[in-house]
Each structure stands twice: as structure tokens, then as C-alpha cells.
């Protein structure tokens, strides 16, 4: 059930937030020891939130659509008295005493927190495979990894665990899962959603979104993470707006850029053709799809490395003596981090300022771009390298490559499934608009949901 | 060219020598693509970071 459909049904009294709750317990329950989903699992006091949504609703205080709806958190968003592990034997023991403003706008709503989803360790890497807490695996096919870095909320909502999982992405994180896991992921505009109480890996990059089996119940969450927040002094003050779409919304007015360079290049045929017949169903919805160029996106991408490698560095270096603490693959950009001159840091950031203007011409010619959210679908865990369109690639940076630049921009971008390729393996597409322009790329992504739902 | 190796080794990086040999690897390649980028940054572009004195 989406939350969307949970919401009518408790407010018709079919079900109870104490049903879904155990349901959704009895799941994690029969399917975690396989997906390994889930680090920490909250069955009392979820049980205890969902008798208190019970209770209210039958009072008539509704706290809107999340109200009673189970849920859960990547372990990077703080939970007050709850261990908040980032995935890392560095914090493997560590109980914040306060919540996230996300954890505090989720239970504002009357969300039910049911636990803690697994990542890639520090949220720094997209296989979560994770070496302190095991490996998280797809639901599609057990074999494959997730995606990450919040792989856990990506396995956690495809498997039908909970309908909705916070995730971060700091350089794809929420939008590889759902590619990877066939759900969707919402990336908002940098400064949309607080980041107070979430435990950091860059200081420029981290975005918070969730991750949902349908474009309105991304949008719905949205509607209750969005705000300005004086604890974060990135978040934006510009004001809100309903992002929900409506059912049956029009996108007749909307032109659609369709990438002719980079986000088309290098990619598995089949992603390749079921993007662009997801752009042509647009069209077919009265959409103008138009072909744009965008500026260097190589350059945004090797941008957004140093960007990443140096203030990753920079936060983790307090533990610099503990080389023990850390897996392989993390500690090896950790390194790298260290070594990347203070210089290249600072032109990084002046070449992001710039590509920032290069990328504000795209919108003269479109209101959103569509483009594949990874060149290919989930690689079994433990490959290093893809071989995609006959070229053999860095698994990481394959995954990344369609979208990290969208991070450095800061741009909302929501990751939607759009078909299955061979293997019966979810593919998926990106839709990338202006800053603060979420409704329109949700209304886009939920047109086309619902165009092909309707087939 | 910068030699990240001898770079790594002076800066107390204690890490085996294929790690080393790959991180230098990526350092390298980064490097030369960086740096054509930062020839054509023009002199009054900023880095987007801002102190705000009255911020707390």
C-alpha cells in the first residue's frame, strides 16, 4: 500500500496505524535477515506511535497524510536516545541526545518511525556493502547490491517494508537506490529540507529526500520536510508551496529538455531506450519535448569529486589515527581526500560558481531535462568494474556519473522507474529541474508514473 | 606533474604500496583534468563560501 492509498484507507477506518504497524514489523521481521535492510528496529516505541495516531485520528486530529504511516530513517538522521551508527565502527556505540529536525517534522506529522535503515559506511559510497554492519542486498535479485549510500531505504521500500525511507545524497545517494531498487527517489534543491541533526559527510553537497514506491508520496513527505530551519545555515528561506500533484495533472505546458550530449553517452541500450520512451510517452502527454545541449558535465562531476574528497576529509580528520575503524574502499578516499592541495579545493568551488551560470542557460530552452538515473542497472555485489556499452567502468563512478553534477548545482532531481531491462532489473530516469522548482518535476514525474501505470 | 607517492610518504600517509600506487593514480588523473579547468577561471570569479560576521 503507498501512503497515499494508507492515508484514505485509515481515514475510511479500514485499517489502524497499530495494522500497518505490525504488518509492516512482521515484515522486517520475515525479510530483514535476508535484506539486511535494517540496522536497528523500533518495535515498541512504533507500536506505541501507531496506538497514539490511532487514537487521534479517532478523535479527529489529523496530522495529515503521513499520520500513522510507518516509516523509517537512514542511520545518519539523529534519533534522541536511539544509536545513530552513519553506517561506521567509528559510531557503531554512539546515542545522540537529540532528534534531526527531519525525525522531528516526521513525528510532528504522526509519522511511525519503525527503525534505522543500513548504508554504505559514512554514507560514502554507492554499494552498501557495508564491512562493520554486512551486506545490504536487492530485493530484485538478492545477488545485486541496492545502490547507496542509503541502500537500506532503497531495499527497505522495494521490498514493501515500509512505504517511505529517508535517505541522504551527497553525490547520488538517494536517486542509485532508487534506480538500482525500482522506487523513487526525491533529491530536493540544497536548503529545501534542514540538515540540523544529520550526520554530515560534506558540507556543500548533503541532500535529505525520501524514498517511496510512487511520485505523490515523495511529493507528500515533501510537503512536510520543507521549510526553513534556523538550525541549518544553508536552509533556504523561500517560502513553500503544495507539492502534491493533482491526480490527472497536465504537463501540456511543460518543455521537456532532452539531453543531446554526455547524459545519453555510455550507456546499457535497454536504459537507453526506456528513458527515451519514457521522454516520448512526455510527448505523447502534450508535453514539447526539446533537444538541449548541457554545459561540460565531466567538469561538474570532477568538480564535485574534489568538492567531496576534501571536506569529507576534512570532517573525518579528527579520526585520521583510527585506520583500523574504517573499510577499505573509504579509507581509501579518505586518503585521497587528505592529499588533494587546498588549492584545488578553493578553484573547485570558484569552477562550481561558474558552472552554476553555464548551467542557468539550460533553462531558457527547458523547464526540466529527463536523462537516466544510472547508465545501467544493479551490478552483483563485489564487481569493482561494469562493463558498460562495451567499455569497462568503475562501478562507483559509473553509478554516479548521471548524477553527481545535479548535487553540485544543487538542483532538484526526482529518480522514477520506468521499465525493467532483461534480467527483470528496474531501470531509471531522472527528471532535473530549476532550483526550488520541485512541484513542476514532480507534477512531470507523476504525469508520466501515471501514463504508464495506465499501460 | 605532482609526485603524489613521494607527496603521500611525506605527509605520514601509512598505507600499503598498491594503495598508494592507486591513489596516486586517481590524484594524477584529476589533476590533469583540473588544471586546464582552473587556467580559465577568470581572476574576479569567488569561491560560493561566505562568512557572514553577524551569523552565528
Known amino acids: ?455 | 606533474m605532482k609526485n603524489w607517492k613521494q607527496l603521500a610518504q611525506a605527509s605520514g600517509l601509512e598505507t600499503s604500496e598498491p594503495d598508494l600506487d592507486r591513489i596516486a593514480a586517481v590524484l594524477e588523473d584529476m589533476e590533469a583534468k583540473l588544471q586546464p579547468l582552473v587556467a580559465r577561471i577568470p581572476h574576479d570569479v569567488e569561491p560560493p563560501l561566505i562568512f557572514k560576521p553577524e551569523a552565528q
Not at chain 1, 531509471?428 to 504525469?447: P, T
Request: charged fraction near 20%.
Open chain 1, 1 to 455: 500500500m503507498t501512503i497515499l492509498e494508507a492515508a484514505r484507507a485509515l481515514r475510511a477506518r479500514e485499517v489502524s496505524s497499530v495494522e500497518l504497524t505490525s504488518a509492516s514489523l512482521d515484515r522486517i521481521e520475515k525479510q530483514n535477515p535476508t535484506l539486511n535492510a535494517f540496522l536497528t528496529v523500533l518495535a515498541e516505541t512504533a507500536h506505541t506511535a501507531a496506538r497514539r495516531a490511532d487514537q487521534e485520528l479517532a478523535r479527529g486530529i489529523d496530522r495529515g497524510p503521513l499520520h500513522g504511516i510507518p516509516v523509517a530513517v537512514k542511520d545518519v538522521f539523529s534519533t534522541k536516545g536511539v544509536r545513530t551508527t552513519c553506517g561506521s565502527a567509528l559510531f557503531a556505540d554512539h546515542v545522540p541526545g537529540h532528534d534531526a529536525a527531519v525525525v522531528e517534522k516526521l513525528a510532528a506529522a504522526g509519522a511511525v518511525l519503525t527503525g534505522k535503515t543500513g548504508l554504505h559506511e559514512l554514507a560514502y559510497g554507492i554499494t552498501s556493502n557495508n564491512p562493520h554492519f554486512g551486506t545490504i542486498r536487492n530485493p530484485w535479485d538478492l545477488e545485486r547490491i541496492p545502490g547507496g549510500s542509503s541502500g537500506g531505504s532503497g531495499a527497505a521500500v522495494a521490498a514493501g517494508l515500509v512505504p517511505m525511507a529517508m535517505g541522504t545524497d551527497t553525490g547520488g545517494s538517494i536517486r542509485i537506490p532508487a534506480s538500482f531498487c525500482g522506487v523513487v527517489g526525491l533529491k530536493p534543491t540544497f536548503g529545501r529540507v534542514s540538515r540540523y541533526g544529520v550526520m554530515p559527510l560534506d558540507f556543500t553537497l548533503d541532500h535529505m529526500g525520501p524514498l517511496t514506491r510512487t511520485v505523490r508520496d515523495a511529493a507528500a513527505v515533501l510537503n512536510e520536510l520543507a521549510g526553513y530551519d534556523s538550525r541549518d545555515e544553508t536552509s533556504s528561506q523561500r517560502p513553500i508551496e503544495n507539492y502534491l500533484p493533482e491526480q490527472g495533472c497536465a504537463i501540456a505546458d511543460v518543455r521537456v529538455g532532452l539531453p543531446e550530449n554526455f547524459y545519453f553517452d555510455r550507456l546499457d541500450p535497454e536504459v537507453d531506450a526506456a528513458v527515451r520512451s519514457l521522454a516520448a510517452r512526455a510527448e505523447s502527454l502534450g508535453a514539447r519535448v526539446v533537444p538541449v545541449r548541457v554545459p561540460d558535465i565531466a567538469a561538474l562531476n570532477l568538480v564535485g569529486r574534489v568538492i567531496l574528497l576534501s571536506e569529507a576529509s576534512a570532517l573525518l580528520e579528527p579520526f585520521r589515527e583510527r585506520r583500523d575503524r574504517f573499510g577499505p574502499d573509504v579509507l581509501l578516499l579518505l586518503d585521497q581526500g587528505r592529499l588533494l592541495p587546498a588549492t584545488d579545493y578553493v578553484n573547485a568551488q570558484r569552477l562550481r560558481r561558474m558552472m552554476q551560470r553555464d548551467f542557468n542557460g539550460v533553462w531558457r530552452h527547458a523547464d526540466c531535462l529527463i536523462t537516466p538515473t544510472t547508465p545501467a542497472t544493479a551490478p552483483r555485489i563485489g564487481e569493482l568494474t561494469s562493463n558498460i556499452a562495451g567499455q569497462e567502468e568503475d562501478v562507483r563512478l559509473a553509478a554516479t556519473r548521471l548524477v553527481r553534477g545535479v548535487n553540485v548545482l544543487g538542483l532538484p532531481a526526482v529518480a522514477l522507474p520506468c521499465g525493467l531491462d532483461r534480467r527483470g532489473l528496474p531501470i531509471g530516469a531522472q527528471i532535473i529541474g530549476r532550483a526550488f522548482d520541485e512541484a513542476l518535476i514532480l507534477r512531470v514525474a507523476a504525469a508520466l508514473e501515471d501514463a504508464i501505470s495506465r499501460c
